[in-house]
T-cell receptor, first 114, second 116 residues
Framework: NAGVTQTPKFRILKIGQSMTLQCTQD?????MYWYRQDPGMGLKLIYY???????DKGEVPNGYNVSRSTTEDFPLRLELAAPSQTSVYFC?????????????FGPGTRLLVL | AQKVTQAQTEISVVEKEDVTLDCVYE???????LFWYKQPPSGELVFLIR??????QNEISGRYSWNFQKSTSSFNFTITASQVVDSAVYFC?????????????FGRGTSLIVHP
């Protein structure tokens, strides 16, 4: 049981490049989330999903896209990378009723946009 | 709108001291959940506790204890006899439990440094 896994661990992008951050969970959780953590700040929700085929915007969705074709996978897409997207990205999942349940976090992806 | 305030940006203590991390929240919901997470230097986020707004009992888990006071909208976290391994950033978070909103709110975190 690996929990929540994220790849890559670290990536450097040039301005305007695109990439996909991968997230997979093996706990059969319906709810999945993407957060970004900027230095000295808490976590900000980018997108979330309440089940396969269903996604919705969080607090800071601009510049990102998501899809949820399976229960296990919730990739985050950056289409035109900008320096403001330099951050640490965390994927999380939770069972049952969503955000009122305990969230299980992946190890994070550190992204640097230059 | 929800808000979580962790006014202490950084706390520095010497090992074996007791330390309290403050968390004050704002919400219009009558039912909600509060959480504490730990982020050690390695970077992962580790769940510590989840508390329903209807349950105001304090909780103790080993050296950790939590004081939930609805009257003052606070959910403070105390570490007794701190250890170097407690050095981490600690986040308080608030989530609605109804109304279809799934957006949790995190505080900015308190960095705890425990010196040997």
């Amino acid at each position: 049981n690996a929990g929540v896994t994220q790849t890559p661990k670290f990536r450097i992008l040039k301005i305007g490049q695109s990439m996909t951050l991968q997230c997979t969970q093996d706990m059969n959780h319906n709810y999945m989330y993407w957060y970004r953590q900027d230095p000295g700040m808490g976590l900000k929700l980018i997108y979330y999903s309440v089940g396969a085929g269903i996604t919705d915007k969080g607090e800071v969705p601009n510049g990102y896209n998501v899809s949820r074709s399976t229960t296990e996978d919730f990739p985050l897409r950056l289409e035109l990378a900008a320096p403001s997207q330099t951050s640490v990205y965390f994927c999380a999942s939770s069972p049952g009723q969503g955000s009122s349940e305990t969230q299980y976090f992946g190890p994070g992806t550190r992204l640097l946009v230059l | 709108a929800q808000k979580v305030t962790q006014a202490q940006t950084e706390i520095s203590v010497v090992e074996k001291e007791d330390v309290t991390l403050d968390c004050v929240y704002e919400t219009r919901d009558t039912t909600y959940y509060l959480f504490w997470y730990k982020q050690p230097p390695s970077g992962e986020l580790v769940f510590l506790i989840r508390r329903n707004s209807f349950d105001e009992q304090n909780e103790i888990s080993g050296r950790y204890s939590w004081n939930f006071q609805k009257s003052t909208s606070s959910f403070n976290f105390t570490i007794t006899a701190s250890q170097v391994v407690d050095s981490a950033v600690y986040f308080c978070a608030l989530s609605p439990s109804s109304g279809g909103s799934y957006i949790p709110t995190f505080g900015r975190g308190t960095s705890l440094i425990v010196h040997p």
